[in-house]
């Protein structure tokens, strides 16, 4: 069924329509860690060369539910761990 309507107060045209499937949600592009996400079990780490990158997948993750643990290691560079 389509109604048409008009918004009295711009003169807008609108149609109200019924069984209009919802398309399915778009996600953008892919993270280059996406890899990591959807691999890394608890336990396991990951050597990264910079903060940026080690905070980068500390967001992706928490945004997902899960932990990780950011350490420096020796030279410089940062290991992050899975948790949960």
């Known amino acids: 069924m389509t109604i048409k309507e008009i918004d009295e107060t711009s003169d ?3 149609t109200i329509e019924d ?3 919802i398309p399915p949600r778009t996600t953008g592009r892919k993270s280059k860690f ?3 996400l959807e691999t890394m079990q608890v336990g ?3 050597l990264i060369d910079n903060r940026r990158d ?5 967001t992706l993750f928490s945004r997902h539910g899960m932990l990780v643990t950011i350490r420096k290691e020796q030279d410089g560079k940062l290991r992050i761990w899975r948790t949960v």
């Open 12 to 14: 807008l045209l609108f």
């Open 19 to 21: 069984d209009v499937p």
């Open 34 to 36: 996406a890899y990591l």
């Open 44 to 46: 396991q780490s990951v």
């Open 54 to 58: 080690a905070c980068t997948i500390q």
